[in-house]
């Protein structure tokens, strides 16, 4: 596993932030020296967990390049931050010693056996979500990537019934739905689909194909599955530039429009434990945990670490990002920091924990 920097050392750290971060970094080790909690660990989603999948691709959502990864000693890797992903630090936790490989890697059979990560910048739910900038892999299409996986572990365990086994061990975790609100029904050419679906309506069309996908992920063998609700994506540096606050922290009217998928998500694990006994299904509070790493850490919560893009948001290549990285609570106009990412992954770990 990539260690951590460490900031803790440095006199400008409050109180109450070191609290914080000595707090989370011992949940976060807790199970560092002992076997993995499970034998695998299968990552889906957009950009927050993202670790390399869009590099090779035409597209604006990939960050191969400095500043990212300055904090990582491999460097820029393709992960949307200056160091560790949420996804990432929860591998750590769960014990793995080293990062899943993203699919687009190529991993050997050695490496899926552990896992592949999936997720990738700019997708979502729906098939067009995120398309405006260029080539994703939308969920459908990972869980298509996840088929090629489960079909080689069966070619190396010998058996679908020994592989499924396998897999019914393993955590699967997924974090989608943000770009189907941030790349499309809020973007300001998206007035036919807003005309379409008032919020209430594209968060049930989201949910339902959201349901046949984890149904799907279900038929490949998933029974350790965490699923989490979209953000406050109205407090992104990106969104409160945009629209605007009217003196609000965020903008308000952006997180209100996301409340009726994190309603339905929570509504749609209940059913999927209802429906499949012999699995096991979490949901993870993204909003309560946002807040309280958010309220009781950063100083700088609505400006970027690094220059940022007025098209993408992304930090412009080869620029110096901030050198007071721990003060701010995003990295890029969307995306939080290291730091962020790792005090989050504790914070989540408890909903996770119960499945395993």
């Known amino acids: 596993m990539v260690s951590r920097r460490s900031f803790l050392h440095q ?3 409050s109180p109450l932030f070191l609290f914080v971060v000595v707090v989370a970094l011992a949940a976060s080790s807790a199970d560092g020296s002992r076997t993995p909690r499970v034998p695998c660990y299968f990552i889906f989603g957009d950009s927050l967990y993202d670790s390399g999948n869009n590099n090779n691709l035409n597209t604006l959502a990939k960050v191969n390049y400095s500043p990212y990864g300055i904090d990582l000693p491999a460097g820029p890797t393709g992960r949307f931050s200056n160091g560790q992903t949420t996804a990432d630090a ?3 936790i769960l014990g793995f010693k080293d990062f899943i490989p993203p699919f687009a890697s190529n991993p050997d059979d050695r490496q899926i056996l552990v896992g592949v990560n999936y997720a990738s910048g700019s997708a979502g739910i729906l098939v067009e979500s995120g398309k405006q900038g260029g080539d994703n892999v939308d969920l459908s299409q990972q869980l298509r990537n996840h088929e090629v996986t489960v079909s080689r572990i069966v070619e190396i365990l010998g058996s679908k019934v020994a592989a499924f086994e396998y897999l019914g061990q393993c955590l699967y975790i997924c974090n989608s739905g943000n770009n189907d609100y941030i790349n499309n029904y809020i973007l300001p050419q998206s007035t036919a689909i807003r005309n379409q679906y008032n919020p209430d309506q594209f968060a049930a069309l989201l949910i339902t194909q959201y349901s046949a996908q984890i149904n799907r992920l ?16 109205g407090c992104t540096p990106s969104l409160i530039a945009t629209l605007g606050t009217n003196g609000a922290p965020c903008v308000n009217s952006v997180n209100q429009l996301v409340v ?3 309603t339905r998500l929570k509504s749609l694990i209940s059913q999927l434990k209802l429906s499949y006994p012999d699995a096991k299904f979490a949901y993870l509070d993204s909003v309560r945990v946002g807040t309280l790493v958010g309220a009781a850490a950063f100083r700088i919560r609505a400006t970027p670490c690094c220059q940022v893009s007025t098209v993408t948001g992304l930090c ?7 050198s007071r990285r721990p003060s701010y609570l995003f990295w890029d106009a969307f995306h939080p920091t290291e730091l962020a990412n790792q005090l989050a992954a504790p914070l989540f770990f408890p909903a996770i924990q119960r499945i395993l």
């Open 316 to 322: 412009l290549p080869n620029t110096v990002p901030c």
């Open 11 to 13: 006199s400008w750290v």
């Open 90 to 92: 929860i591998g750590e």
């Open 218 to 233: 279900y038929e490949l063998g998933a029974r350790k599955v965490a699923l989490a609700g979209i953000s406050n994506i």
């Open 260 to 262: 009726p998928f994190n």
